[in-house]
């Protein structure tokens, strides 16, 4: 059969197809490329010049590599839009090339300025053609940039101290394809007949492509050997927490620590636990993660060394603070204490920066405030403290904001009435029971846990 407007058979159309194959499967090869780079680089959310850049440069060579296949040209032949975009498409594809070198720190300290150049130069041939037509001086005048520019950047790379691995193999695939690519763009056409500069990218690509999947392996291993520090820091700090607190006739306490992350910035500790006597301490390190639990250690640390004090809320913080102050990298703690004496009757408590205690008593749940300043935040401050007549069958609960303050979906805070509402519905409950109740209607109230979550729930026996 003949083909009417070519007057070529079907096996002179096979004949190009065969010769086309190669070019047809590396033009939808790099056009893949590019639409996974730019898809991941929408996943990561993320802008990355190097991923964008690339995306953008293996799709637009992908293009050119279909648009100049001799198969293509049989289908479109005569049609000067055709013509057209394939000349534009030639001038484009160097735009995003250039600006990936800048990225990738192929060129020098001034390479945005470089950069620049030249790509006002490919944009403005692109254009050109498309205003006044495709004028031999316009191919000339890419053939000639892109000869000047690409022996420069393969220099550069060369001259460059202190490269690691993967800059070399980069380097390496670099070198392949701007060899091919001047080979093509000087001597190809007159020695050869053949065009080389695809496999130079296609060897470019799989560099880049060794030195991404390096990077992911090595990325996993590094996560792995974090994953494994944080569960260890993660065991050390839950050892650092006392136990639970000793049977006592007087008092039966409680603690529930819920930590956002591995590690946490909230703590507590019995500073005093005897028959007679119950010293609560809970605080709170602000951020969040590694830092913050280890401000929480140093926080712990200072607490046990007022244990002489500790029937004395506010000469603890004040000695709390005094070791602190200065020593926190500008990270401040919230803190309250409640000194409980069954001899005396009565309960001493003192805060710093902390939400307040409250107290449930015949069912009714009220607050139990004294405040100063938080901790680590000055040096010469001085904590008051506030006295209180307990009953027998009292409740003392102290908890972090991170309680109060989780959000639900609209954004709306548990609060305090809802805090005070689960401890009201959990009076019948051992204390125990009545802490869990309040962690799972917070977990219940906030899709999202945005903080750690703490509480000390004692009740005073008499």
Request: glycine content about 8%; proline content about 3%.
């Amino acid at each position: 059969m003949v083909l009417a407007d070519t007057q070529m058979t079907p096996d002179d159309v096979l004949r190009i197809f065969h010769g086309d194959e190669l070019f047809l499967f590396l033009g939808a090869a790099f056009t893949t490329v590019g639409l996974l780079c730019a898809g991941f680089s929408l996943l990561r959310r993320r802008f990355d010049a190097m991923l964008l850049w690339l995306a953008a440069f293996a799709f637009l060579y992908g293009q050119r590599l279909w648009l100049d296949t001799g198969l293509l040209g049989l289908m479109l032949a005569g049609r000067e839009l055709f013509a057209n975009i394939r000349w534009v498409t030639n001038f484009l594809v160097p735009v995003p090339a250039f600006l990936f070198f800048e990225a990738a720190g192929l060129l020098p300290r001034r390479g945005k300025l470089y950069t620049g150049i030249l790509v006002s130069i490919f944009l403005g041939l692109a254009a050109a053609t498309l205003i006044v037509g495709r004028q031999p001086i316009l191919h000339t005048i890419n053939n000639v940039v892109v000869i000047a520019a690409l022996p420069f950047i393969l220099v550069r790379t060369y001259l460059q101290g202190g490269v690691n691995r993967d800059f070399v193999v980069m380097r390496r695939g670099l070198l392949c394809f701007v060899v091919l690519a001047l080979w093509d763009n000087t001597m190809g056409e007159r020695w050869l007949h053949r065009v080389f500069e695809p496999y130079g990218f296609a060897v470019f690509l799989a560099c880049l492509g060794y030195v991404a999947a390096r990077r992911t392996l090595q990325r996993d291993e590094d996560l792995n050997e974090i994953q494994l520090e944080l569960e260890l820091a993660r065991r050390i700090q839950i050892s650092l927490l006392p136990a639970s607190f000793p049977e006592s006739a007087a008092f039966k306490v409680a603690a529930r620590y819920v930590p956002m992350s591995s590690v946490a910035g909230d703590l507590y500790e019995f500073l005093v636990a005897d028959g007679v006597r119950a010293g609560l301490l809970i605080a709170d390190v602000s951020g969040h993660g590694v830092p913050a639990a280890l401000i929480a250690s140093m926080v712990k640390m200072a607490a046990i060394s007022q244990r002489e004090q500790a029937a004395h809320p506010g000469l603890v913080l004040t000695g709390m603070n005094r070791a602190l102050f200065g020593n926190t990298q500008g990270q401040y703690v919230t803190a309250a204490y409640a000194h409980l004496d069954a001899e005396r009757g009565e309960l001493r408590y003192a805060a710093a920066g902390h939400p307040a205690m409250l107290l449930m008593r015949d069912g009714e749940v009220s607050d139990v405030a004294e405040n100063g300043l938080l901790l680590a935040a000055a040096g010469d401050i001085e904590y008051s403290e506030r006295t209180v007549a307990i009953e027998p069958g009292d409740r003392v609960v102290l908890y972090t904001d991170g309680i109060v303050e989780a959000r639900n979906a609209g954004g709306e805070m548990f609060g305090d009435g809802a805090l005070m509402e689960a401890i009201r519905t959990g009076r019948s409950m051992a204390p125990d029971e009545a802490a869990t109740e309040v962690i799972r209607r917070v977990q219940a109230w906030a899709p999202r846990q945005e903080d750690d979550l703490s509480i000390l729930v004692c009740d005073y026996r008499g």
